[in-house]
Nanobody, 118 residues
Framework: QVQLVESGGGLVQAGGSLRLSCAAS????????MGWYRQAPGNKRELVARIYRGGIANYEESVKGRFTISRDNAKNTVYLQMHSLKPEDTGVYYCNAILQTAPPLEVWGQGTQVTVSS
């Protein structure tokens, strides 16, 4: 079973940057997609960014132009580079993987806290 471990969260002032990392215990090369979700207190978990096996990425509207998702297959790691952070970006960020299984299985990391102060 693939395991995901996030790191890189922390406290940052508005306008600052952070880079989140998600290290997988197995190869990410064949995974259908990997993504980052976030959950603010009292809110549902929402998709922030996702990158597919072929390299295509999509983003939640509010982070377009500020966040970039990327993957390093050699390191089995997915990154989320976040710039121009806003207080509303605060939340627990979870890494997600969709495995190439039938039916597709999803794997989640334990989450990493991102807090943006105003």
């Amino acid at each position: 079973q693939v395991q995901l471990v996030e790191s890189g969260g922390g406290l940052v002032q508005a306008g600052g940057s952070l880079r989140l990392s998600c290290a997988a215990s197995g190869s990410i090369f064949s995974m259908t997609a990997m993504g980052w979700y976030r959950q603010a207190p009292g809110n549902k978990r929402e998709l922030v960014a996702r990158i597919y096996r072929g390299g295509i990425a999509n983003y939640e509207e509010s982070v377009k132009g500020r966040f970039t998702i990327s993957r390093d297959n050699a390191k089995n790691t997915v990154y989320l580079q976040m710039h121009s952070l806003k207080p509303e970006d605060t939340g627990v960020y979870y890494c997600n993987a969709i495995l190439q299984t039938a039916p597709p299985l999803e794997v989640w990391g334990q989450g990493t806290q991102v807090t943006v102060s105003s």
